[in-house]
């Protein structure tokens, strides 16, 4: 590696194994600017995720790659348990204080019905989980945050399409995990201004690379539409049955682009 290089930028992506955790990876090792630390407890996802996208990272490197190219697409990848602070730590430990540029935090639980059987688990794997991570980073100095929150946050919305200034009234405990991690977010980022964050609020994010590696591949039948529908269609699904509550739902479309998932562009 030449003196002058600039070096890569750690960037802690939780979740990473995840649907579109994996796609957080691979959107922040196409920049070649990133190496990606990833913590997933593999709850809901193969930890093939991870070799898969490194593998496509790979492969789009032009002829004679330079060394900080290809540890771009290396990632360190930790199987852990966020509602352990113990455990967060150790991962904070191994880069030391500012060793870890910014973190990505896709984590989470996320089926609405679960949430209402369960919301024990979702506030502490949600919100619990959350909050250490916060107070780890701080302790580590590593102030940049880009938070995956959920349009959830909106409950039943007066008006569609929902305005980014409608008031928050989740209706599900899962709902309730988010509104109050973006809450906590926001009073520290009020208390203390050298945090620099910011929740993103997806809808129904849904596709896959077109390479077919990475894609939304939940373990267990899934809880959302689309992968729910590609279960059945390829007779993953025991009781292949699917509701369809209406015809009228005015469903807005948008990409979730690379750009929107890129740290440096949200928090820099
Ligand atoms: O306590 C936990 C819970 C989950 N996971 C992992 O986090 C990832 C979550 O990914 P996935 O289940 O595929 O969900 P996504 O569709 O990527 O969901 C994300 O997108 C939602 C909005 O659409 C957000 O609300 C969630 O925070 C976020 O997990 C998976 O790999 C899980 O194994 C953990 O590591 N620890």
Redesign the pocket.
């Known amino acids: 590696m030449s003196e002058q290089a600039p070096a890569l930028k750690n960037v802690l992506v ?8 994996s796609h957080v990876v691979y959107a922040l090792q196409k920049t070649r600017r990133f190496k990606v630390i990833s ?7 193969h930890p093939a995720a991870l070799s898969r996208v490194s593998e496509l990272s790979r492969k789009e490197l032009g002829p004679n790659p330079s060394e900080l190219e290809l540890a771009s697409t290396i990632v360190d990848a930790h199987k852990c ?3 352990q602070p113990s455990q967060i730590r150790t991962v904070f430990e191994k880069y030391g204080k500012g060793g870890i540029w910014g973190v990505i ?6 089926a609405v019905g679960e949430s209402t059987e369960i919301p024990l688990t979702y506030y502490a ?2 919100v619990g ?1 959350t909050v250490s991570l916060l107070q780890t980073m701080e302790e580590f100095e590593c102030r940049r945050f880009v938070y ?3 349009a ?1 946050v909106y409950g039943t919305p007066p008006v569609i399409p929902i305005p980014e200034t409608t008031r928050l009234q989740a209706d599900s405990p899962y709902g309730k995990t ?1 509104v109050m991690s973006e809450t906590i977010i926001d009073d520290l980022c009020h208390a203390d201004q050298r945090w620099r964050a910011i929740s993103l609020r ?1 809808f ?2 849904a596709g896959a690379h077109p390479s077919g590696a990475i894609g ?1 591949d ?1 373990l267990g039948r899934p809880g ?1 539409l689309l992968p729910l529908l590609a279960h059945i269609a390829v007779g993953r699904v025991k009781d292949p049955v699917l509701k369809v509550f209406g015809n009228d739902y005015p469903t807005p479309c948008a990409p979730v682009s690379s750009g929107s998932l890129n740290p440096a562009n949200k928090v820099e």
Request: hydrophobic fraction near 20%.
């Open positions: 939780t979740g990473g194994a995840g649907y579109i955790g913590i997933d407890n593999h709850h809901n996802s348990d966020l509602t935090h896709v984590a989470a639980y996320k794997n949600n989980a995956s929150s959920s959830t988010k997806y129904n994010p939304e939940p959302n």
